[in-house]
């Protein structure tokens, strides 16, 4: 049977009645419990009540899996999560608790969204164009590559006033198309860093385990070996989604099962091995 990475999405992945499948399962109403809200409810509203619902579903789905694919469950040698998706991950491979992560999904949303408020951001995705050409243009213009997250797929964040600069250029200077995200904030940028100081008081509260499986992180596209400072870390450090595919992929996995709302992650790794 080919080895199996499970891959966990990150914000921006939900949608509505995305909770639907999952009602009533353990896992999910548990979550609902220790968080006290509905964040279904308030998916319009941003960051804090978005990440919470991702992984909530994200779990739930991925222990559905489990019980509908029994005889492949032995076949997981590996596990990745899309920024908010490393929780979803490390709950899978065992190495955080369900409670804990829940705690920390909505301390790390609400510090987030905190930070934003703090120093506005905003992000933009650069589709196409040269490589080369947008990062030289986010080291022009003060921003961060945020994401990686396959060929032909940067995105940038930063200081509101630069990324509306970097999509205005995006197609003279680097052949790309400019598309701005719906976020509140510039994560993954320098401006996070009251969010990162936040979320590692969080984890120094929590026991972390040992992962039944490696879990990669997504600031060094390798198995975690520090779980508290990368994850606050991680926050500050691009997102190295198309590096963290690769190295699946020298690693032995062979097949890539995504856990959670919508496909997104798969198509990127299609992307991603289909380039190299």
Known sequence: ???????????????????EPYRGLPAFERGLELLGFDPFERLG?????????????????????REEAADEVADVRAAAGHSLGEYAALVAAGALRFDDAVGLVAERAAAMADAGDLAPGSMVAMLGGEDHAIRALATRLGLTIANDNAPGQLVLSGATDAVAEAEELARDET????????????????????AAARLAGALAQVEIG????????????????????????????????RETMLALRAAGIE???EHGPGAVLTGLVKRTLAAA
Request: charged fraction near 20%; include cysteine; proline fraction near 11%.
């Open 45 to 65: 509203e941003g960051t804090r009540f978005q990440q919470p619902a991702i992984f909530l579903c994200s779990v739930a789905a991925w222990d559905l899996w």
């Open 255 to 257: 097949r890539y099962v």
């Open 210 to 241: 040992a992962p039944a499986f490696p879990v990669y992180a997504n600031g060094t596209a390798a198995p975690f070996t520090d779980v508290r400072r990368e994850l606050s870390e991680n926050l500050l450090r691009p997102v190295r989604w």
């Open 175 to 194: 052949g790309a198309r400019a598309r701005r995200l719906d976020v509140s904030a510039a994560f993954h940028s320098p401006l996070m860093q009251p």
């Open 1 to 19: 049977m080919p080895s199996i990475a499970a891959i966990f999405p990150g914000q921006g992945s939900h949608a509505p009645d995305m909770d």
